[in-house]
Nanobody, 121 residues
Framework: QVQLVESGGGLVQAGGSLRLSCAASGSIVSISDMGWHRQAPGKQREWLATITRGGTTNYVDSVKGRFTIARENAKNTVYLQMNSLKPEDTADYYC???????????????WGRGTQVTVSS
C-alpha cells in the first residue's frame, strides 16, 4: 500500500506564507513526477505545479513567482512554498505522485487526501 500525506495547511492572512509538505510512504520502488493541485469550494480541481525526479518544474501561470515546488527524493517528499498568498488561494490542496510499486511495472498516480488552506483578507 502507498500513502501520500499532506501537512502544513492552515489559516493565514493575505500576503503571508505557508509551506506544504507531502510525504509518500509504503511499498515504493520509485517515484517519477510529483505535483500539487488545489480545489476551491464549488470549483474544479486545478493543477498548480509539477516537479520531475530530476528537479524540472512547471507551474500554472496564476502561481508563477509566488509558489515554489521542491522535493527531497531520499525522503519521498514534495513541498510547496506559497508566498504572497491571496484570498483566492483559499482551497484544499492535494499532492500527487507517479509511483512504481514493483520493478518492471509502470508507475501509477497516487493522491493525498488534502490539506486545507484559508487566506483571510
Amino acid at each position: 500500500q502507498v500513502q501520500l500525506v499532506e501537512s502544513g495547511g492552515g489559516l493565514v492572512q493575505a500576503g503571508g506564507s505557508l509551506r506544504l509538505s507531502c510525504a509518500a510512504s509504503g511499498s515504493i520502488v520509485s517515484i517519477s513526477d510529483m505535483g500539487w493541485h488545489r480545489q476551491a469550494p464549488g470549483k474544479q480541481r486545478e493543477w498548480l505545479a509539477t516537479i520531475t525526479r530530476g528537479g524540472t518544474t512547471n507551474y500554472v501561470d496564476s502561481v508563477k513567482g509566488r509558489f515554489t515546488i521542491a522535493r527531497e527524493n531520499a525522503k519521498n517528499t514534495v513541498y510547496l512554498q506559497m508566498n504572497s498568498l491571496k484570498p483566492e488561494d483559499t482551497a484544499d490542496y492535494y499532492c500527487n505522485a507517479d509511483i512504481a510499486v514493483r520493478r518492471m511495472v509502470l508507475a501509477a498516480p497516487y493522491w493525498g487526501r488534502g490539506t486545507q488552506v484559508t487566506v483571510s483578507s
